[in-house]
């Protein structure tokens, strides 16, 4: 599914407000802009809606992704393995052993320079852990989970 179609992701984003869709399909774009040789992976949980890219089409290898949560609207702009980055202007968020993002709420003030940095050097390190070139993908949309019963009965329940 080539970057143009967004119906999956329209779809999943529908109880999100206006404005917080318009920041998702930015960085959305944003990414498939400087990486379209990637795979976009797109996980639909009930908590959240999580964008990740990826060389193929392993979880593992996302090197970037945006998260936006249902309960209070944040946006994570996020590296799987962003523990492993150097970034030297210290943008990222976390203390875990691998998960680092950024909030980003208004995407006017999205550090889009710095991050490109931090974007390849992701790239790069997620490419190195490919250990078999044949998983390696190009350019496919793929929805890797969907928060099944509870999504559907809340989409199509009648607005009060």
């Known amino acids: 599914m080539p970057k143009e179609d967004i119906t999956d992701l329209l779809f999943f984003m529908k109880t999100f407000p206006s404005e917080v869709r318009e920041r998702a399909l930015w960085l959305?774009?944003?990414?498939?802009?400087?990486?379209?040789?990637?795979?976009?992976?797109?996980?639909?949980?009930?908590?959240?809606?999580?964008v990740g890219w990826s060389p193929t089409e392993k979880m593992g290898h996302i090197f970037c992704s945006f998260a936006v949560y249902r309960g209070n609207y944040n946006t994570h702009f996020g590296f799987y393995w962003g523990a492993e980055l150097s970034d030297p202007q210290k943008l990222l968020i976390?203390?875990?052993?691998?998960?680092?993002y950024l909030l980003v709420n208004d995407i006017a003030v999205f550090p889009q320079q710095e991050v490109k940095k931090l974007v390849d050097e992701a790239w790069q390190n997620s490419l190195a852990k490919?250990?078999?070139?044949?998983?390696?993908?190009?350019?496919?949309?793929?929805?890797?989970?969907v928060s099944g019963n509870k999504r559907e009965k809340k989409l199509k329940a009648p607005k009060k």
């Not at 959305?28 to 999580?50: G, K, M, S, T, V």
């Not at 998983?135 to 929805?143: A, E, F, N, P």
């Open 28 to 50: 959305r774009d944003f990414i498939w802009n400087l990486y379209p040789q990637a795979n976009e992976l797109i996980y639909d949980n009930y908590n959240a809606l999580a």
């Open 94 to 100: 976390g203390e875990g052993k691998q998960y680092r």
């Open 130 to 145: 490919v250990k078999d070139p044949m998983q390696l993908t190009q350019g496919k949309t793929i929805v890797k989970m």
